[in-house]
């Protein structure tokens, strides 16, 4: 049964604190995202990788980085989180093929709460 | 760009009629949608896909069309059940990245 993990499924940060959300996957799957899911808003995508040590940021990247050192493992980092950075976050991976329609398998996500 | 819509008002359906959830896109056609489910505190799982030159995708009881001249893609469920309740969204695809719209939850009443 195909897997993607997340470190924490609640977490509750003080704002300015370095946040750290981990992300695995057991697919051996090339394509990693991380997305952010806010009422009304849908899921919008924060970065995603297509390989190790390669990232492109998505549609809302600011306030965020990532981390890609092993295929597996895709970090995002909230280098001095906010309260408005307080939503799910879920975490996605996907084959890389030549068909550019692959599904994404999510992780149960991480509710992050910034007080 | 691109954007995707769907209905956030819930849709309440009884128990074994069809439930109708539409996708509407506002610009360029997209080569593919897909459309997923989402239940509470979990994350999306895929359900079909459909290309932009197919008319009608079936899996089980579910069914999703597309139509280019309306900008829309729909997505049945028949014989709705309870353990049909949950939010349904649909994604465009274009390449490796997704978009996704809002979602739309379904709630069917035995």
């Known amino acids: 049964d195909v897997k993607v993990t997340q470190s924490s499924r609640y977490l509750v940060k003080r704002t300015g604190e370095k946040v750290f959300l981990e992300c695995v996957q057991d697919m051996d799957h090339e394509n990693m995202f991380w997305y952010r899911q806010d009422p009304g808003l849908g899921l919008r995508l924060i970065y995603f990788?297509?390989?190790?040590?390669?990232?492109e940021k998505g549609d809302i990247p600011e306030g965020y980085s990532v981390s890609r050192e092993k295929k597996e493992r895709f970090s995002l980092i909230l280098e001095s989180a906010s309260t408005n950075q307080t939503s799910m976050y879920l975490c996605?991976?996907?084959?890389?093929?030549?068909?550019?329609?692959?599904?994404?398998?999510f992780g149960p996500g991480t509710r992050l709460t910034v007080l | 760009s691109q954007k995707i819509e769907q209905n956030s008002e819930a849709l309440n359906i009884q128990e074994g009629k069809t439930a109708t959830l539409t996708c509407n896109y506002t610009?360029?056609?997209?080569?593919?949608l897909q459309w997923y489910r989402q239940d509470p505190g979990r994350g999306p799982v895929f359900l079909l896909l459909i290309r932009e030159n197919e008319k009608e995708k079936r899996k089980e009881r579910l069914k999703v069309t597309f139509d280019t001249t309306l900008k829309q893609s729909l997505f049945h469920i028949t014989a709705s059940q309870p353990a049909d309740s949950a939010t349904y969204l649909c994604a465009e695809v274009d390449f490796n990245k997704f978009y996704f719209g809002s979602g739309t939850k379904l709630n069917v009443k035995p």
């Open positions: 610009n360029y056609s997209p080569a593919y």
């Open positions: 996605a991976s996907s084959l890389r093929t030549s068909a550019p329609y692959n599904e994404q398998f």
């Open positions: 990788s297509y390989d190790v040590k390669m990232k």
